[in-house]
């Protein structure tokens, strides 16, 4: 949408930030604050627009851009295909004292950041930034699943049989506590659901009727209608989901992944969702990702599957520069970052 203004034309941003507990860190210390480097030249399709969007929000936000040298202390990272290249770049770079990454993961920088953390370096992410298009994108999927459209979609006769499930007054549970939970909270307000909320540590969620830790999962499994996966990829998360959390699941319930692919194993999802376990499975991360041609996944029963694209550039790229500006202004000024990385629990 865009507002005319006087001899201007001037974009309305679509989305807007939403982040969970960390509105902003001040578990990171004081960093020392310099000029700033905006890597690599050749990036990402996900940063459409090019660097230039970028680089105006580092300027705009009074910061200083350099190329990579003795002087710089800020880099923010535009790619997560490239980590190792980036782990080559900090590994030569001591003077570095913080680090953007472009996307609210951060598992494809593992290995990286678990080489890279030392005292007086800290790496913050984009989580919460894209959080409103990718819950949009999982209400839209938990209408779809539970109305049947992947099935509607592919029928080329006329089916009479009057099947389809209402989305109001059920329960949900939302994996995963973040941005896209508490958006969810927002979109799922009308439908009068019962959300329940698993996380890892404790605390309370504000809107949501339960707030139970990762350990107690396969308590609410039995009661969900809806389960949507919004939760880090990290060590302990993977195959969060197995054929142990599908088999406790009511047979019309469906199973929702925004987040990655390795949270569901995808060998038990295609078993559960053939024998008619649960009524149907969405997934815009998959495991392996690209999915295959002949995956099985494809043509299993009642599946819905996207290409990871849950946002797009379209929408990540002024998301992605309004946080850059926000932490360029923090680095420059002490005060804390927003998104700051927990190197040790890999989020």
Known sequence: MKIRQKDCVCE???????????????AAPRVESGPIAVLPESHDDSTRGGSEVFRSAVSDAGGVITELNENTRGLIWLSYKKSAELGEVLASNPQLTWVQLPWAGVDAYADVLAASARPGLVFTSAKGSYAQPVAEHALGMTLALMRLFPRRARAQSWDAVPK??????KNVTIIGAGGIARELIRLLQPFDVRITIVRRSAGQ?????????TDRLKKVLPESDVVIIAAALTPDTTHLIGAQELALMKPSAVLVNIARGPLVDSAALVEALNQERILGAAMDVTEPEPLPDGHPLW??????????MADTPDMTAPLLADRISTNVAAFLSGKPFVGVVDTEAGY
């Not at 389809?164 to 007054?169: D, E, T």
């Not at 043509?299 to 990871?308: C, E, K, M, Q």
């Open 164 to 169: 389809g499930i209402s989305l109001y007054r």
């Open 205 to 213: 969620v504000p809107g949501a009727f339960s707030t139970v830790t």
């Open 299 to 308: 043509s299993a029963r009642n599946v819905l599957i996207t290409p990871h």
């Open 12 to 26: 309305i941003p679509q989305h807007a930030a939403v982040l969970g507990d960390e509105r902003a860190s001040n």
